[in-house]
């Protein structure tokens, strides 16, 4: 810009004095003609004074000095005829008058000086000289060129010396203003493309405000308005930075899907949930990482949020289908979902946020929880019906009694009765038997522990037959212990049903308790109980894990809840539990071995302490 305005400068400068010095040069050329026509009549006039005084050398003299005036390059006077009389320089007869001076002389007129330019654009001047009305001959003046050439080198450089001080003038007041304007608009200028290019970095800001105009002004009202956005934008950061953590660990799956159900945003949780990394959700749509038909009904989902604007609340989707792949069982779960419109503006919904919940967990805790109802009240029928049928079966007892004392009967008559009578004892044992297990006193009292641990060996006789598992049973008749024995005999219960699951046909079983003292404590009593089986054994990852609530190997047949439940009914009776186990690993014998010891508490009733079992 600066160049551009002294460039503009000189141009104007040199048109201008292009114009001056054509108008001088036309002012020298007027005043030289003028000049010259005067010094002819002059000359004329000096030699008509010289005819009239009969004088005719002071004509000579008269030429002679017009010839060296400065602007007189030859002076001449002539006859009427045009014959050279008197000449300033050289002879006069070796200076004829040339044709075309001798052509003009009957054009000059009396008191006129006649103008002529003769060859080499010389200028010439001639006048009459007259005396008395007689013409006596003319004066010829030749104008000397190098005075007009002086004159106009003169007014050459006086333009050029103006022209030059005047550009340099500009020059510097154009440098004056650039500093005042143009610098700071540069400036500007530089600061505005850096925002541009990075808009989080404001470091030149606040830019210099050097000068105290209105550019001054308006970079001072740039800078006010920079650090206005940049505070902006840190609260902005702050929001953001606030609800990305809020994102990242709030402990619920979070996902954001765009219009055409595509990933726009997930938390960890949620790729938790799915098992797919955060950064592969983005851009990719529900039945890319969901399996079926779950994908299909939460893309469904996400469509009708768009579709009417109105969120959906709680909607359950479970993966129906457990399957095993890689030798890694995939465990079905349960999500509670809940998708709603995201507006950026009142009238647009731009995303549809879906925060799950992982169901699973509660899902299976109710499935438990019925499974344990159930049973509680298929003990509870059992129970009814055994009292029922106590009543009939007293009645046949009595029968048979009398009938085997009825005369009229044969051996083999008897034999029928004896053995009806055996069966019918059966069933009375098993009536009984199904009776003591429902019947669960809420208190504690002094139980006998032989035959907690018969009853519940007699329960699972039928499947210890089954795989035709040994009992080794090894326990005192009378022992008894002060305890919750509905409670115990569950525990007990869980343990022998656990070890048949474990052993196959043929297998061992040893159910010992014994008088002894606490392992930590010894001067605490109580009962220390073993149950021992030759069963498959446990990784030591399994085994670390038993006491978990839902922790189960077996799949679709196991809850998972039978240890967990034994485990707090140990604690219940601040008693203290300790397993081992082997899986068969080159060649050794494989099985587990749960250790218990009940303490013989009559404290039991009192609010339980909190006791430490050993694992
Ligand atoms: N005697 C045992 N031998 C081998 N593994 C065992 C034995 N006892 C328990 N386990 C392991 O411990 C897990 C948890 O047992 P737990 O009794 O708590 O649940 P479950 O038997 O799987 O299911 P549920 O008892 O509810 O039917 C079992 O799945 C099994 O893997
Ligand atoms: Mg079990």
Redesign the pocket.
């Known amino acids: 810009m600066l160049a551009g305005l002294v460039l503009l400068e000189a141009l104007s400068i040199g048109l201008f004095g292009a114009l001056l010095i054509r108008q001088q040069v036309n002012e020298v050329r007027e005043r030289s003609q003028r000049r010259l026509a005067y010094e002819a009549e002059s000359l004329a006039l000096q030699a008509q004074q010289a005819i009239l005084q009969e004088r005719p050398g002071w004509v000579g003299l008269s030429v002679q000095m017009m010839g060296e005036g400065p602007t007189v390059a030859l002076a001449k006077v002539t006859d009427p005829a045009g014959n050279v009389l008197f000449v300033s320089k050289g002879e006069a007869d070796q200076a004829p008058l040339q044709p075309a001076e001798l052509a003009q002389i009957p054009q000059v007129r009396a008191q006129e000086s006649k103008f002529l330019v003769l060859q080499g654009n010389r200028w010439e001047c001639v006048h009459a000289i007259y005396t008395g009305g007689d013409l006596r001959g003319f004066a010829w003046v030749e104008f000397d060129p190098r005075w007009a050439r002086e004159q106009f080198n003169s007014i050459l450089s006086d333009t050029v010396i103006f022209g030059v001080i005047w550009i340099v003038a500009s020059a510097l007041l154009v440098l004056l203003m650039a500093r005042s304007i143009s610098a700071p608009l540069a400036t500007l200028h530089r600061g505005t493309r850096a925002l541009m290019s990075s808009p989080e970095h404001s470091g030149n800001f606040p830019l210099p405000v050097a000068v105290h105009n209105e550019i001054g002004d308006l970079v001072d009202a740039f800078n006010r308005m920079v650090a206005s956005i940049a505070e902006q934008r840190s609260g902005l950061n702050d929001t953001l930075s606030l609800l990305d953590s809020m994102l990242a660990n709030a402990p619920i799956g979070l996902a954001f899907f765009d219009r055409r159900c595509r990933f726009v945003r997930v938390n960890q949780v949620f790729a938790d949930m799915t098992g797919v990394s955060l950064s592969r959700h983005l851009g990719r749509t529900l039945p890319e990482l969901l399996p079926q038909p779950v994908a299909q009904e939460l893309e469904n989902t996400v469509l009708r949020v768009f579709a009417e604007e109105e969120p959906v609340r709680n909607l359950e989707l479970t993966n129906p289908v457990p399957s095993a792949q890689d030798g890694n069982p995939e465990r079905q779960w349960t999500w509670l979902a809940s998708a709603y419109p995201v507006r950026t503006t009142p009238q647009q919904v731009r995303w549809v946020g879906v925060i799950v919940l992982d169901a699973s967990e509660r899902k299976r805790s109710e499935e438990?929880l019925r499974k344990t109802e159930k049973l509680a009240a298929t003990g509870r029928l059992a129970a009814s019906i055994a009292h029922e049928i106590n009543n009939p079966l007293e009645a046949i007892t009595n029968l048979l009694f009398l009938l085997r004392n009825y005369c009229g009967l044969d051996d083999s008559a008897l034999n029928y009765v004896a053995m009806a009578e055996h069966e019918a004892k059966r069933i009375a044992e098993i009536t009984q038997q199904t009776l003591r297990f429902y019947r669960q006193s809420t208190l504690p009292t002094r139980a006998n522990m032989g035959e907690l641990l018969d009853s519940v060996l007699s329960l699972y006789q039928g499947r210890l037959n089954t795989l035709n598992i040994q009992v080794q049973r090894d326990y005192d008749a009378e022992m008894d212990l002060f305890c919750f024995a509905g409670e115990l005999r569950q525990v007990f219960a869980?343990?022998v049903?656990?070890?048949i699951?474990?052993?196959s046909a043929g297998g061992r079983l040893l159910v010992r308790a014994r008088r002894s003292r606490n392992w930590n404590d010894p001067a605490q009593t109580g009962v220390r109980f073993t149950?021992a089986?030759a069963?498959?054994?446990?990784e030591p990852a399994?085994?670390e894990?038993?006491?978990?609530?839902f922790?189960?190997?077996?799949e679709v047949?196991?809850?998972?809840?039978?240890?967990?439940?034994?485990h707090e009914i140990i604690l219940k009776h601040r008693g203290l539990v300790h397993?081992r186990?082997r899986t068969a690993r080159e060649g050794k014998t494989s099985?587990?071995v749960?250790e218990l010891f009940i303490p013989d508490d009559l404290n039991l009733a009192a609010p339980a302490k909190q006791t430490a079992a050993a694992v």
Do not use: H
């Open positions: 438990a869980n343990l049903s656990n070890a699951d474990a052993s149950l089986d069963g498959t054994g446990m399994v085994r894990r038993v006491f978990e609530a922790f189960t190997t077996k047949t196991g809850t998972g809840l039978g240890l967990w439940v034994s397993v186990s099985g587990t749960f």
